[in-house]
């Protein structure tokens, strides 16, 4: 128990989520740092937001994390006097992204998500900012000093998007470097509990500049390439040739990574597993439901905390003044990354304090690195300006010089066809 406890408001948007709430929940509700904290749970889908309230009151009080829990389905209500906005919201997620993967591929263009990069990274930015900078513009309106978090893809645009148009203090959170962290223990044969990585780039593209024995800091990346060379070829084989070839490894798996280059097929072109996921949500649902009915004990890692997942340590950090580190999180470059264009949202190490988050620099990138980003680095700057102005004719440029695109033909239809599935959604932000 702190000796001098501070509270604070907390407002998560999107809090019918059940995976991005799940751990925030494990995470908030596994420590005392927060208590006597509002927490306010906001969503526009009543159903979703009354069983993730109702967990929420049944994991606040197994933890005995002493916080107060609300719900409303009035954003600008829940607003009023927050000092961090936690955003985790997407619009009719599974059906919108699913035509952002097969469209492209109808017209001949291999990709691999469609989430991030590619012509799906472009609409789903088109369809995600304009709503977030009506959250934004609440935020400026009713609590302009808050901490605004974006959990939502795509990260790195929503982050560069705010950051140029709004005067809200924002960052990103992405567990990608912890993922690229597991896949280098594999080969390592390390736990990841004894192994540090320190990351610089994009979101879903930084490149893992140190790899550390946690306990005596001795460099292993010495260790994995030895042991890189025998490992089993069929495992996470793009990454591994991106980093024969540029010789740091990237981050955070072949498919995400994969989103950003013309050859990021050959790391699998299945796209999102659609099925397996709506089948997954449902088995999650009803054992959420079973908990809060008290007919289905709490699964043990539910009350331990999450794997990879920051904003809660981040807003303790801010709250308390305690200087927490916090291995990535994605900001406006300014510098951070000298080599990368300073109007650019990067992914870097983070110190948060009652001063705010301060990226912290770990020098430029290797040229040949800096130069391919820069390629990416023009994409998302593009398919921001094409969401904030709605405009179409941006928005086939940012299509023409993705790497992804093999065809102006297939731009154009493609462009056409997902805008027409996307137009309620796309308007101006500015």
């Known amino acids: 128990m702190l000796s001098n406890p501070k509270t604070t408001k907390i407002v998560f948007l999107g809090a019918g ?32 937001l009354e069983r993730m309230t109702a967990l929420a009151r049944v994991l606040n009080d197994k933890g005995g994390a ?12 829940a607003l009023a006097g927050a000092e961090f906005v936690v955003n985790s919201v997407a619009i009719d997620r599974n059906r919108l992204w699913r035509l952002d993967f097969e469209v492209p591929k109808k017209h001949g263009i291999r990709h691999t ?9 472009l609409f789903f930015t088109l369809r995600t900012l304009p709503l977030i900078f009506d959250f934004a513009r609440d935020v400026e309106e009713l609590c302009p000093e808050a901490l605004f978090i974006n959990l939502s893809n795509p990260e790195s645009r929503v982050v560069l998007g705010l950051s140029k148009y709004s005067s809200v203090k924002t960052l990103g959170l992405c567990h990608g470097v912890f993922l690229a962290r597991w896949f280098v223990c594999q080969i390592l044969g390390m736990a990841e509990k004894d192994v540090e990585v320190w990351g610089a780039g ?47 490894w990237p981050t955070c798996s072949d498919d995400h990574m994969g989103e950003y280059l013309p050859y990021g097929w050959e790391g699998g072109e299945h796209g999102f597993d659609f099925a397996e996921d709506e089948r997954g949500r ?28 920051r904003a809660v340590q981040l807003m303790a950090g801010v709250l308390h003044n305690q200087k927490r580190f916090i291995e990535s999180g994605i900001v406006l470059n300014r510098g951070v990354i000298p080599n990368l264009a ?18 912290i620099s770990l020098g430029p990138l290797p040229d040949p690195i800096a130069k391919l980003l820069a390629v990416q680095a023009g994409v998302q700057q593009l398919a921001v300006e094409a969401a904030v102005h709605a405009s179409k004719e941006l928005a086939l440029q940012a299509l023409l010089i993705d790497p992804v695109i093999n065809s102006t ?22």
């Open 202 to 248: 994009l979101n879903h593209f930084q490149w893992l500049m140190h790899i550390r024995d946690k306990a005596t800091g001795r460099d292993l990346y010495p260790l994995l390439r030895e042991k890189e060379k025998t490992h089993d070829p069929a495992f996470t084989p793009l990454t591994r040739r991106m980093f024969h070839a540029f010789g740091l």
């Open 66 to 77: 002493g916080i107060v829990i609300e719900q409303t389905t009035d954003r600008r209500a």
């Open 342 to 359: 300073p109007d650019l949202a990067v992914e870097v190490p983070l110190l948060a304090d009652a001063a705010g988050v301060h990226p």
């Open 17 to 48: 989520s059940a995976a991005f709430g799940l751990s925030m929940y494990r995470d908030l509700f596994t420590t005392r740092e927060l208590a006597g904290s509002t927490l306010t749970l906001v969503d526009t889908n009543p159903e979703a």
């Open 282 to 309: 449902g088995i999650l649902n009803g054992l959420m439901d079973g908990v809060i009915a008290g007919t289905t004990p709490i699964p043990d890692d539910w009350t331990q905390p999450s794997w990879g997942e």
């Open 409 to 430: 033909d297939a731009a154009v239809k493609i462009l056409d066809e997902l805008w027409e599935a996307n137009r309620p959604y796309i308007r101006p932000c500015v």
């Open 113 to 121: 998500l469609g989430e991030n990069g590619g012509p799906g990274g």
